[in-house]
């Protein structure tokens, strides 16, 4: 299970890391990502979860891997009128 949860990991980093994102914290299977700093691009995060699943998906496992992917974006946190 160590090769398998390795091998995502590293397949995860160097996706985030090839679309500008920061690999904040690895969480046992899970991998919590930042975008937007120190320079944002309105559709990095997008790009990089299209991608992050074609990657995950074409991992050579003796396990099958299924993806998950939350996003916050921080949008409506603002003050409403």
């Known amino acids: 299970m160590c090769e398998v949860i390795s091998a995502y990991q590293k397949r995860v980093a160097e996706t985030v890391r090839r679309f500008g994102g920061f690999v904040a914290k690895y969480m046992s299977d899970g991998v919590l990502v930042y975008f937007g700093y120190p320079e944002a691009h309105e559709d990095e995060a997008e790009r990089a979860v299209l991608e992050l ?18 996003i916050a974006t921080g949008a409506g946190r603002g003050r409403r009128p």
Do not use: E, I, M, P
């Open 53 to 70: 699943l074609a990657a995950v998906s074409g991992l050579k496992t003796h396990a099958a891997l299924q993806t998950r992917v939350g």
